[in-house]
């Protein structure tokens, strides 16, 4: 039996919390993920400490309700509080930092972003809500980039719900051999390395803002990643402390924001474009995602959720529009397998080569 998205959702907003609030039209729900097997992830984000506090004390109550949706086995609420601003105290939480049990914490960050040694361009991938397939682009778009002779890095900082082991195919634990130096792995032509190669399942859920800077640093400094042309990163859905603090401390060349036809999604969409705008990281532009649906049957394309879009939102706020990505089956399925479609043939290949090559002959990297 499988979960749908929409009827976590419909059980979250018959709850209250912070008071009479609903948590989905409150907005508080991040990084919602369901597995194939029923396992609920998501993160409530609190726009203050003192409503993370309380967040915090109705968590046990959001997972239980969660828990009885009919399909649903198993599920893992985080709760996540705003970043300090830098010089303020550190909050306290009940959590201890994360203990990677490779290298040390966060050190303390002192000058503007900075460049990650051996690597020459920094780009992420982002989107404004969860599920619009920005990790699959991240994954396939490396696997183009790699395939038209780039040398790429991925990295799946997508900490509430990291997919890419699963994208990628790659299962193996991260190792350190020294206690410093983490090795990533190698799948598809990508050297890859996920926050979920790191951690037992739902350990990260429950970290705050420096928590996480801790470990994304780690992830950032002291993997071996070689010398790469470009270092792909799949951020969190939304606009958290994952991508503050990647803005603050790493000189990251530009942006990508991925996002559906559906208004809904292009709203969020301009959230995340106006974040980076904040940290003066160059968007790149809008991909389409999802934007005509090829009928695994007979190959007819159709436009299911209207078409357009975000290449008319696009050119309004101003951004390049980079192309749309069809819905197709064989996308989720190539992702469940660990072998992304874009490292095989067929149009959905095709088109993320397309895409790959217009970002290197654009310069971009
Ligand atoms: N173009 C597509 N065609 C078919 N399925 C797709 C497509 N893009 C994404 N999917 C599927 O939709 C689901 C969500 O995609 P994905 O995990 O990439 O989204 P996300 O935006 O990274 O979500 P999250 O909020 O979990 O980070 C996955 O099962 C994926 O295989």
């Given at each position: 039996?499988?979960?749908?998205?929409?009827?976590?959702?419909?059980?979250?907003?018959?709850?209250?919390?912070?008071?009479?609030?609903?948590?989905?039209?409150?907005?508080?729900?991040r990084?919602?993920?369901?597995?194939?097997?029923?396992?609920?992830?998501?993160v409530l984000e609190a726009?203050t400490a003192e409503d993370a506090a309380?967040l915090e004390?109705?968590r046990?109550?959001?997972?239980?309700?969660?828990?009885?949706?009919?399909?649903?086995?198993?599920?893992?609420?985080g709760v996540s509080a705003p970043m300090p601003?830098?010089?303020a105290a550190q909050p306290k939480g009940n959590t201890p930092p994360p203990?990677?049990?490779?290298?040390?914490h966060a050190?303390?960050?002192?000058?503007?972003?900075?460049?990650?040694?051996?690597?020459?361009?920094?780009?992420?991938?982002?989107?404004?809500?969860?599920?619009?397939?920005?990790?699959?682009?991240?994954?396939?778009?490396?696997?183009?980039?790699?395939?038209?002779?780039?040398?790429?890095?991925?990295?799946?900082?997508?900490i509430y719900?990291?997919?890419?082991?699963?994208?990628?195919?790659?299962?193996?634990?991260?190792?350190?051999?020294?206690?410093?130096?983490?090795?990533?792995?190698?799948?598809?032509?990508?050297?890859?390395?996920?926050?979920?190669?790191?951690?037992?399942?739902?350990q990260a859920v429950a970290w705050r803002g420096p928590m996480l800077m801790g470990a994304l640093?780690?992830?950032?400094?002291?993997?071996?990643?070689?010398?790469?042309?470009?270092?792909?990163?799949?951020?969190?859905?939304?606009?958290g402390d994952i991508?503050i603090s990647?803005?603050?401390?790493?000189?990251?060349?530009?942006?990508?924001?991925?996002?559906?036809?559906?208004?809904?999604?292009?709203?969020?969409?301009?959230?995340?474009?106006?974040?980076?705008?904040?940290?003066?990281?160059?968007?790149?532009?809008?991909?389409?995602?999802?934007?005509?649906?090829?009928?695994?049957?007979?190959?007819?394309?159709?436009?299911?959720?209207?078409?357009?879009?975000?290449?008319?939102?696009?050119?309004?706020?101003?951004?390049?529009?980079?192309?749309?990505?069809?819905?197709?089956?064989?996308?989720?399925?190539?992702?469940?397998?660990?072998?992304?479609?874009?490292?095989?043939?067929?149009?959905?290949?095709?088109?993320?080569?397309?895409?790959?090559?217009?970002?290197?002959?654009?310069?971009?990297?």
């Amino acid at each position: 039996m499988t979960v749908k998205r929409e009827e976590i959702l419909d059980a979250l907003s018959r709850l209250k919390v912070l008071g009479d609030r609903d948590p989905v039209s409150a907005d508080l729900i991040r990084a919602l993920s369901v597995s194939p097997e029923g396992a609920v992830r998501f993160v409530l984000e609190a726009a203050t400490a003192e409503d993370a506090a309380k967040l915090e004390a109705q968590r046990g109550a959001v997972q239980q309700v969660v828990e009885a949706i009919p399909g649903v086995t198993s599920a893992t609420v985080g709760v996540s509080a705003p970043m300090p601003a830098s010089g303020a105290a550190q909050p306290k939480g009940n959590t201890p930092p994360p203990d990677l049990k490779i290298g040390g914490h966060a050190k303390p960050h002192q000058g503007g972003p900075a460049k990650v040694p051996g690597i020459d361009k920094v780009i992420v991938v982002g989107s404004g809500k969860g599920g619009v397939g920005k990790s699959t682009v991240s994954a396939n778009l490396a696997v183009a980039l790699a395939r038209a002779g780039r040398k790429v890095g991925l990295l799946d900082a997508d900490i509430y719900g990291p997919s890419q082991p699963r994208m990628m195919g790659v299962t193996k634990r991260a190792a350190s051999p020294d206690g410093k130096v983490i090795e990533p792995s190698h799948a598809h032509g990508v050297t890859m390395m996920s926050i979920g190669l790191m951690l037992d399942e739902g350990q990260a859920v429950a970290w705050r803002g420096p928590m996480l800077m801790g470990a994304l640093q780690q992830l950032l400094g002291q993997v071996n990643w070689g010398e790469l042309d470009v270092l792909i990163v799949d951020l969190p859905p939304g606009t958290g402390d994952i991508q503050i603090s990647l803005g603050q401390r790493t000189q990251v060349d530009g942006a990508v924001v991925v996002s559906t036809p559906q208004d809904v999604a292009l709203i969020d969409a301009r959230r995340a474009i106006d974040m980076f705008a904040k940290f003066k990281t160059p968007v790149l532009g809008l991909i389409e995602n999802m934007t005509t649906y090829i009928c695994p049957n007979c190959g007819h394309e159709a436009h299911l959720f209207g078409h357009g879009g975000v290449e008319e939102e696009a050119r309004k706020i101003g951004v390049p529009f980079l192309g749309g990505l069809p819905l197709a089956l064989e996308v989720r399925e190539a992702g469940d397998s660990g072998r992304p479609v874009a490292a095989g043939d067929g149009p959905v290949a095709g088109a993320y080569a397309v895409l790959a090559r217009s970002l290197i002959d654009s310069g971009v990297v």
